[in-house]
DNA sequence: AGAACATATCTACATATCTAGATTTAAGGA
DNA sequence: TCCTTAAATCTAGATATGTAGATATGTTCT
C-alpha cells in the first residue's frame, strides 16, 4: 500500500524553489494565509472560504494584471495555490497540503 | 538587546531560493551533507574537514570548471556554503546555521 | 624563474524570466 | 444580443540565468 503522505519528487522542489526566488510571488503566497488582514473583503462572495481573486491580489501586489496573472499560473503549476472559479472571478487559495509538505521535504532532505 | 539567533531578512531567503532553483546546485548541497560518501578521499589533506574541493565538484557534477565555480560562488553568495582555501585548493563546506535558520524562517513565514 | 595545476574571472551566446500592453475568452447584466 | 468586467493568453523587449571556452590569478614544485 501507499503511504497517506504524497512526496514531492526533485522537480516538484525546484519549481516550487523558482516560483518562491521573487519577492511578488513570496509576498502573495504569504498574504494568502491571512486574507483578512491583506485584502478588503470581496462584496459579491463575503468570504474568503476560496481564497482572493486576482483582482485583489494586483490591486494588493501593484504589478500590472498580465504579470500577476502570469505569477499565479506559475504558482499553480507548483501547486502552491488552488484555483476556484466563481462567476467571472477566479479565486486562489493556499495549498496547505504541498506548503507543510515541502517544508517538510526541505527539513529531510537539505 | 538581540537575540543569539541571526534571522534572515526577505532578500536573503530570495537568494538563497534562487541558488536552490537548480538541479546541480541542490545537489551540490545535499552531496556536501556526506561528503564520505559522495566523494573520493582528497589525497593532499586527507579530511574533510573544510569540506570539498572544487576539482572533486566538478568531476561529481559532470559540468565544466567554470561553471561550477561559478554555481559555487552563487551559493556562497546566498551564504549556504564557505570556502576554505588550503594551497592551491579551495574547499567549500555547507553553512549549517545559515541552512538551519532557513529552514526555520520557511517554516515560520511560509 | 619557469612549468604545472586549481580556481576564478572574462566573454559570449542560448535560453529563461520579468513585466506590461494588447487581445481574447468567459461570465454577468442591461 | 450587446456591453461591461475579470482573467487568461499573446506579443514583445529588457534583463537575468545557464553554460562553456579562453584567459588570468594564485600556489606549488623543480
Redesign the pocket.
Known amino acids: 500500500m501507499f503511504s497517506k503522505t504524497s512526496y514531492l519528487c526533485n522537480m516538484e522542489i525546484i519549481d516550487i524553489n523558482?516560483?518562491l526566488?521573487?519577492?511578488?510571488?513570496l509576498n502573495i503566497l504569504k498574504w494568502l494565509k491571512d486574507p483578512e488582514a491583506n485584502f478588503k473583503p470581496h462584496e459579491?462572495l463575503g468570504h474568503f472560504n476560496d481564497g482572493v481573486?486576482?483582482?485583489?491580489?494586483?490591486e494588493r501586489?501593484?504589478?500590472?494584471?498580465?504579470?500577476?496573472?502570469?505569477?499565479?499560473?506559475?504558482m499553480?503549476k507548483a501547486s502552491l495555490i488552488i484555483?476556484t472559479?466563481?462567476?467571472?472571478?477566479?479565486?486562489?487559495k493556499r495549498n496547505e497540503a504541498v506548503i507543510s509538505e515541502y517544508i517538510r521535504a526541505l527539513n529531510n532532505q537539505l
Open positions: 523558482k516560483a526566488a521573487n519577492q511578488t510571488r459579491d481573486c486576482v483582482f485583489h491580489i494586483t501586489a501593484g504589478l500590472s494584471q498580465s504579470t500577476i496573472s502570469t505569477y499565479l499560473i506559475q499553480q484555483p472559479r466563481h462567476g467571472k472571478w477566479t479565486y486562489y
